[in-house]
């Protein structure tokens, strides 16, 4: 489980913001809070900002950093790659553009029973990686120790905590921008390997993003094209929300010669109302929100399985409020969410801003200044200007929307079409008497 993430000099967050998952010391939904070995970890964090304020800069963040331990292992060979995959840093001063930018996560592996629990990060800038860290500690120890520590330098290299045989391996083929994990995991070094894969786990969904919304809503479900069960468990799925869909219809598409990839014909069955029949319509044509949950199916599957994290951007986009609430409670019960996954998500959506649903540390805030700097904070740790905390029966979403919180919209009236309206008036008043006279 994810315990803590932080990252520093990344697009508008120029100082280090940290997105906290450990537990507070507070009374509200007691029974969804985790406990791994000695952390108490929460199964979900709301975020909660304006327009352009920076929360997909969070998602952005913490995606960057599952795409580098996934993948640099790639760029020592390929320069060009290393090129491309530069983190963004802030650009609006003059020093953050050089400074180097940085990612870590605290974290549990799931199904270890042993309770461990592991500090990764590294520092990256536009030449490679500065600094790189990967520490663990027992479920009864007070610190962490140190399984490798990387700097800058060849003689700030530490690589104690692996046997003999891979520190060889890991020296003679190190490069600049090549992460130790990532190198580790491809020479098969198990402590390197654990650690890649739980980032392999994790899942991410930009619904903002049309691309990703036209990519996501053509994923099948693991088995759905070839299991009648998994179709059936899709339509049970679909049955919470609307149950207009009774059952899927599968066909394969011929092979053209050209894709490499099986391809289906899929067409979702309506019951007629006159008859017993059932009508055929295309998937593609069903409804927005439908497919929108249709595309987060084989994900919510994969992490409710394997206990990983779903970072979702934009989760209520074309979802209904409600619809939201019900996706949100599959994390919140501990009856359905047996393997400890967890759901990050950035939102609009103050229906869910309530303390009946959410715990005051379940909600945080991202805000970005006049010099265009993000913040992002606690409900949990916000306070107020009278100097008390919030309290957990206070109407978040009434507060939130009257300014309490910070991290709304500055509106002023669109004066620009005013402004406009008046000029096209005046210019049609002045045609009018040319033509008159």
């Known amino acids: 489980m994810l315990i803590q993430f932080s990252f520093k000099n990344f697009k508008s967050f120029r100082e280090e913001a940290t997105l906290d998952l450990s537990a507070a010391k507070m009374t509200e939904f007691a029974e969804r809070v985790v406990t791994v070995g000695s952390e108490r970890i929460l199964p979900t964090a709301a975020i909660y900002g304006a327009n352009a304020s920076g929360k997909s800069n969070i998602y952005n963040a913490f995606e960057y950093m599952s795409r580098y331990v996934a993948d640099s292992f790639q760029y020592g060979d390929e320069e060009e790659k290393f090129e491309e995959f530069r983190p963004t840093p802030f650009l609006f001063d003059s020093t953050s553009p050089e400074a180097e930018s940085s990612f870590e996560v605290y974290f549990t592996l799931p199904g270890d029973k042993t309770g461990k629990s592991y500090n990764y990060g590294f520092c990256v800038d536009k030449n490679g990686v500065t600094e790189e860290w990967l520490n663990s500690k027992a479920r009864t120890a007070r610190k962490y120790s140190t399984v490798f520590y990387r700097g800058n330098t060849e003689e700030e290299l530490d690589l104690s905590g692996f046997p ?34 739980w980032f392999l786990a994790n899942e991410f969904a930009d619904f903002g993003d049309p691309y990703t919304n036209f990519f996501l809503s ?35 598409v ?19 109302i006159d008859s017993d029949e059932m009508a055929e319509i295309p998937l593609g044509e069903e409804s927005a929100g439908t497919l929108k949950m249709f595309a987060l199916y084989p994900e919510l599957q994969e992490v409710l399985e394997r206990g990983s994290v779903f970072f979702i951007d934009e989760l209520n986009a ?19 969410n047996t393997n400890h996954a967890q759901l990050i998500f950035t939102t609009y959506d103050t229906w869910q801003l309530s303390n009946q649903l959410l715990r005051r540390d379940e909600i945080w805030f991202v805000e970005k200044d006049d010099r265009g700097v993000s913040n992002l904070y606690s409900l949990a740790d916000f306070v107020d200007e009278d100097g008390s905390r919030i309290r957990k029966d206070e109407s978040y979403e009434k507060n939130y929307l009257i300014g309490k919180y ?10 620009v079409f005013k402004n406009a309206l008046m000029q096209v008036s005046q210019e049609a008043g002045l045609s009018s008497q040319k033509k008159g006279s």
């Open 406 to 415: 910070g991290a709304i919209p500055v509106l002023k009236t669109l004066e």
């Open 218 to 252: 053509r994923r099948l479900p693991k088995g759905f094209a070839e299991d009648k069960k998994v179709q059936q468990n899709v339509v049970e799925y679909f049955s919470s929300f609307d149950e207009h869909i009774k059952d899927f219809k599968v066909e394969k």
């Open 254 to 272: 011929p092979y053209d010669g050209e894709s490499k990839e099986e391809k289906y014909k899929i067409n979702a069955l309506h019951q007629k």
């Open 318 to 336: 074309r979802l209904h409020p409600l619809l939201v609430r019900n996706f949100l409670l599959t994390f919140l019960n501990p009856a359905i």
């Open 164 to 197: 003999k045989n891979s520190r060889d391996n890991i020296q003679v083929a190190l490069e600049k921008q090549v992460l130790i994990v990532s190198l580790g995991a491809k020479l098969k070094i198990g402590k390197c390997k654990a650690i890649r894969d």
